[in-house]
């Protein structure tokens, strides 16, 4: 593996998931590895679990790490080709993409969709320019368009929670009162689909996600029907994909509640507005995995972690 | 020891003094005890000595430590419970304590009073809910109401310092332009009843602490009387506890000079503000203590985070 | 040496060198000296390189590292002796100086000229408040006047690269739509003159720099003419020294391109301004060395680390 830009860059679910749940059982088990290597972690967007969960899987691993607020600390970057640079940002993707790659063995590149432009933010601009013009492998730490360290952590969760076979897994749209991008939802979809499971998604009519991700998955516009019976919901807010950033509702009907989830197991990546996306009941209950889902963050980011190290090492 | 909160977790204030010595003639004494443990240090407010002592002590015992400023690197907590989240804060503090107890083996948090509402202050409800919801220990790096970690370490300056065995320590307001909370004053007085010393507190009328605190300490309203004969003079301002939050008094007679001062040590928190607390020659005197218990500062921080991993480790 | 302020610090420039490249070829080789060692990394304004390479540098030597924005998150800083302290800033630099002392075994500051006024900036305010109240080695990580670092990773730099026992060498100043510091090109014209080269300097009238700098160095101000059969070009922008802090020419003609550069190579400290400063073509050539520039950061602070901890350890 070069980088870990997306979930397509999981060359077998099966064996990842396994070593993952090795890495939970014995967290120092690699301790040698990373001695003496670096992991540079840079944000151009806020993050809690993220950064947390990354830096101390990196230290699980023996590295060095270093952290910055790309725009804070830093310099503004630019990211078009060819621009003549006489405006307000200072430094060029290319220098700082080579320069980053100088001082980390791994770099880590976190920038969200802004929401106002489709074809923008599909061009991924700042993670592709970082893979383009970076030497150091490049982890995704949530892009415009995915957030594959979100759905590692998610599918192990499933995996040491789910009682039966082909579980039947609802992702499931709620309300929330701002514009949210799609990369949590698009990444679990497309990990479902490395996996044997039994996937149903629930949203509004005007909320479909990208159909080039959500392929052939089924669609249910009636939330109560589409969670009957369901081992997981998975539950999370996004905006309009074909109406593009757009917040068409926020039907508070569409919250998620006990008696909805029935007997299933509730997941959320976090942050999660109470009351609004879930009520307090569901999250206060044993039937929440959320906890557990931000405590596999750690284990999927040092498999990911270890896998590079390892493939730098060959 | 589960927590650190406030002075009133010492459960042996002789033990504590006597153990805190002994790592600053050793600091590296403990340094295998905090291997591949995380500290974690979140601030809601603004740091240095805290901050840097902190990480500082942590290093002594071979910890690993993850600091964030929680409003700027990640996400605006809600505190009350059973809100509807639909306004600006994206994240819960039930989630955020339990999320950080998965990364920290423990936490330190700073959050300051408000100064708005004496009720909402003393309810300590930043501190308190990390508490109530981490299952990590959790240490005051400052609140509302107390700053243990500080109070730790001017007991140990002043058990450096003090020639005679019941000393005369008067606790001096002075004035300052801005309101300052009362956390400091608090927790040292607090530590000063665990103590045998001679403590009198002195400030202009209308600036008295809370009564629940300073209990029978005894008050003079004329500061000179109050500095006479003393041994050490522990100079703070705070705003008026009574009339929450105002500041009544700007009169810069009250500020400390070397006259004032007499024979007496001079003490401080930092950071102080020159010639208004206190005029430069008693600073740049050998009066002063100020750096001295800056320094203490870190063998206070890893005295707790040495008791906190022991008792985690029975 | 006491401190690194400036590249009149370098007692032997080719022992300097020479010791660097080791260090290049082998950066753990000194991995014991810094066991328990804190390097403290303050910064008064932003910073990508100079924050990356020297924390890199640290580890390199196993040193801890504590990185603080002081504005951010501690505290606004009082420099002037004798203030009375009741505006805006909460310490002062002799107590912080002294503080940061306690916590770091090395400190690095940056702060940049505000290029108001020239006295002030001359005065280097900042650098030398921490210079003469720390007891801990200073570093300079950009003052107003030097970035003796980065001086010593474009000697580095040059001497991989030369191919002639005395290669010419030109200072090019360039336009920037902002008023820049003299910082980089004073050291960069300092360090040169402890070096046998045929330095050269190159800018429109009215942009010399101090001529205490700049000595009895050749000015042309026909930039075509300079730099004719030059074998490095270092490119910098500068704001008028004569006219302090003013940007007097933004003449695009003096950008440079592939055709003005020849046959040598071009050097820049970064972060640069495409197509402003220096043309696409240029940066994306072979012939730059900005990326080694970066690289050589690193070793350029790993061998006055190395240095300060020698000394601090006889």
Chains 1, 2, 3 share one sequence.
Not at 216 to 237: H, R, S, W
């Amino acid at each position: 593996m070069k980088d870990y830009l997306s979930v397509n860059d999981i060359n077998s679910l099966p064996n990842w998931i396994d070593d993952a749940k090795k890495i939970k059982q014995n967290p120092l088990m690699d301790k040698a590895l990373g001695a003496n290597k670096t992991l540079g972690l840079f944000f151009f967007n806020n993050s809690l679990r993220t950064r947390l969960s990354t830096q101390k899987a990196a230290m699980n691993l023996g590295m060095n790490v270093m952290i910055m607020n790309f725009g804070n600390d830093g310099w503004d970057l630019e990211f078009e080709d060819g621009t003549i640079m006489d405006k307000g940002k200072a430094e060029h993707v290319k220098e700082a993409a080579q320069v980053l790659s100088q001082y980390c063995d791994i770099i880590g590149i976190r920038a969200f969709a802004l929401l106002k432009n489709k074809e923008r933010d599909e061009e991924e601009l700042i993670l592709k320019s970082f893979k383009k013009y970076a030497s150091a492998p490049i982890i995704n730490l949530e892009s415009s368009l995915s957030h594959p360290l979100q759905a590692l952590a998610d599918i192990i969760t499933i995996t040491e929670q789910q009682q039966i076979k082909i579980p039947k897994i609802v992702l499931s749209w709620a309300p929330h009162p701002r514009a949210l991008p799609h990369a949590v939802a698009n990444s679990f979809v497309e990990i479902m689909h490395l996996y044997k499971a039994n996937l149903l998604i629930t949203h509004p009519p005007g909320y479909e996600l990208d159909p080039r991700i959500t392929k052939n998955t089924p669609i249910e516009y009636n939330q109560k029907q589409a969670l009957e019976k369901a081992d997981f919901v998975y539950v999370k807010n996004w905006s309009s994909y074909i109406d593009y950033g757009e917040v068409m509702n926020t039907d508070t009907n569409w919250m998620i509640n006990l008696e909805k989830l029935g007997k299933a197991k509730f997941m959320h990546c976090l942050p999660v507005r109470r009351n609004v996306i879930v009520e307090d009941a569901v999250l206060d209950s044993s039937q929440s995995l959320v906890i557990e889902q931000a405590n596999n963050r750690t284990y999927a980011a040092q498999l990911v972690l270890k896998y590079l190290l390892e493939a730098k090492a060959e």
